[in-house]
């Protein structure tokens, strides 16, 4: 354990946390912290003596209007159709990224409330629970956050943002007979998703059974259901227009706090099948939130993801990070076929990505697609949540009251499960 956190015993409070059990907590070999979390303990440096309070605590994070895919295509499916029939390559001019980039790497959190609320918000919890959330030992996923930290989304939504980019270039992949441009376009519309999906704002907790149902207008279905509580698991199944693709998987998401920081580990994975057979399998990276506390507030895709046609025998293999003298959004990696290199990758999540120097992706000339949830859903449906509907009407205590309602509901389902296991092997 940090020399930090022995020196100062921390409050605990019972209330604040979803779950008392050892599991909360994972042995040292598994903490996540970086290398300035690490300079920091070794001072004995308190980031939280640097967070002011704030007063407003009957106030959301977040403006909801802001929050509904502002400036995304909203165009009838013929006119996505064009879109996909005209879609070119674009100008390989320069090595451009967004202005909201951070000078070593990453994006910025640019709105100063959201920055100023979200470590209000992290002083209290800290205050709540007690300095170990910030070992790195703690799974925030089994932490209950106060709701006005919150967005009035869940995690199933923000799950099938990914998405977003896919009428285009899935689509697109649709259209060729050729397995390695596919296998190129399913990178390059897995990458630049980062760019529009990665967020500074939390969103809620899904509760076990949820369920969420949207399209787009091509004719693209979404389907998510949240299948486990704890660890949380998410599952989706998206249809592509008149089904030439399946995409599927789950998500599976870690986070862990340092004392500037916060990693979000994702173990989840992913396929997408084309009617004439072909399957890519890909993973998630990691994601690092550095200066939580004080400093720049910013966040960063990280580590590794794979992409795999076992079938036909393509591999990539990306570690984010690695370009040598380029900021830590870069990336470089060859394609395989059975061994041999037959194409290389070369970007930035935030800016561009070039095969073999011809540019696939240019968030200056893209647009993500706007996502439509059902106007008929199941009762299961996450919009039909109390404390969602309380959030996105401004009503902080209604909404916190009606979260804890629901946590209490399903904490005591998840007891009743366990009674009903226990009965059963003493049957046996």
């Given at each position: 354990?940090?020399?930090?956190?022995?020196?100062?015993?921390?409050?605990?409070?019972?209330?604040?946390?979803?779950?008392?059990?050892?599991?909360?907590?994972v042995e040292d070999d598994t903490q996540v912290v970086t290398n300035e979390d690490k300079e920091l303990e070794e001072k004995g440096f308190d980031p939280i003596t640097q967070v002011q309070e704030q007063d407003k605590e009957n106030?959301?994070?977040?403006?909801?209007?802001k929050l509904d895919y502002v400036g995304y295509h909203d165009i009838p499916g013929d006119e996505i159709l064009q879109l996909v029939l005209s879609f070119k390559n674009f100008p390989n001019d320069e090595e451009i990224r967004h202005g909201e980039g951070y000078e070593k790497g990453g994006r910025i959190c640019a709105d100063k409330k959201v920055v100023s609320k979200a470590r209000s918000v992290g002083k209290e919890m800290v205050k709540q629970i007690g300095k170990k959330i910030l070992s790195?030992?703690?799974?925030?996923t089994k932490v209950s956050f106060p709701i006005r930290v919150m967005i009035p989304k869940t995690a199933l939504e923000t799950a099938v943002h990914g998405t977003s980019i896919f009428p285009l270039y899935i689509t697109k992949a649709t259209m060729t007979p050729d397995f390695l441009e596919r296998f190129k376009l399913v990178i390059t519309a897995t990458l630049s998703s980062f760019f529009w999906t990665n967020t500074f704002l939390k969103p809620l907790n899904p509760i076990l059974g949820e369920t969420l149902q949207a399209s787009?207008?091509?004719?693209?279905?979404?389907?998510c259901e949240q299948i486990m509580h704890h660890p949380p698991v998410s599952y989706f199944l998206v249809y592509g227009p008149n089904k030439k693709y399946?995409?599927?998987?789950?998500?599976?998401?870690?986070?862990?706090?340092?004392?500037?920081?916060?990693t979000i580990i994702n173990k989840g994975k992913r396929s997408i099948e084309f009617n004439d057979g072909q399957k890519i399998d890909f993973d998630f990276p990691n994601e690092l939130y550095s200066g939580t506390f004080f400093g720049q507030l910013r966040q960063e895709s990280i580590n590794k993801i794979t992409f795999q046609d076992k079938a036909n025998g393509l591999q990539c293999i990306i570690d984010i990070g690695k370009v040598k003298k380029k900021t830590s959004d870069y990336f470089q990696a060859d394609i395989t076929c059975k061994g041999q290199k037959v194409s290389t990758v070369?970007?930035?999540y935030i800016g561009f990505i070039n095969f073999d120097n011809v540019r696939?992706?240019?968030y200056r000339y893209v647009t993500p697609f706007k996502i439509k949830m059902d106007k008929q859903p199941l009762e299961s449906d996450h919009k039909n949540r109390s404390d969602l509907q309380s959030l996105k009407i401004g009503d902080i205590p209604n909404a916190q009251k009606n979260k804890e309602l629901l946590e209490n509901l399903q904490r005591n389902d998840r007891k009743l499960r366990e009674q009903y296991e226990k009965q059963k092997k003493s049957k046996k």
């Open positions: 354990m940090l020399s930090w956190f022995k020196k100062k015993k921390p409050e605990t409070n019972q209330q604040q946390q979803e779950e008392k059990d050892e599991s909360d907590f106030e959301g994070i977040a403006d909801p209007d790195g030992s703690l799974n925030l787009y207008n091509d004719g693209t279905q979404i389907y399946k995409y599927y998987g789950y998500y599976l998401v870690e986070g862990r706090a340092g004392l500037n920081s916060v070369y970007g930035t696939y992706w240019d």
